[in-house]
């Protein structure tokens, strides 16, 4: 049986393939910062009716001032993210791209690795290297 926190990461794992062919098919008429501009403005009003709807509104002086800083940061890396992705996505097969994008699972692994002190086993490096053989093995022709 799953755990939650597995579920959720499939969740989003499908959502993000969802995000790539409707983002593929919605930037062929739309110059990619509108389109990027357009998916904030769309998060932003899903998100503030989800925490208005579950009663979650909370005053962001209460908030840890370390995490407040680090979620600005994430934020900021989510929005150049999104730029270089809508962008990337306009110009490319999506195939490409996602498969590009998806290198953010190795880059994510190695910086947890470095920075979050968390401790792989040879296996799960193992699948460090197969995850960008498969990256670069859809990319090349």
């Known amino acids: 049986m799953l755990n939650n926190w597995q579920i959720y990461a499939l969740g989003s794992a499908f959502f993000a393939a969802l995000v790539a062919i409707f983002a593929k098919i919605g930037t062929a008429g ?55 992705y809508f962008r990337a996505l306009q110009i490319g097969p999506a195939s490409g791209v996602v498969s590009l994008d998806r290198l953010s699972l190795i880059f994510a692994v190695c910086l947890a690795a470095l920075f979050l002190g968390e401790h792989l086993s040879w296996q799960q490096w193992g699948g460090v290297v197969l995850m960008t053989c498969g990256a670069l093995l859809i990319i090349l022709k």
């Open 30 to 84: 739309v110059p990619s910062n509108i389109a990027t501009l357009i998916r904030t403005l769309v998060v932003t009003v899903f998100l503030v009716l989800l925490i208005s709807l579950r009663g979650e509104w909370t005053s962001p002086i209460s908030v840890d001032k370390k995490g407040i800083i680090f979620l600005i940061l994430s934020g900021i890396a989510t929005g150049l993210s999104w730029i270089c």
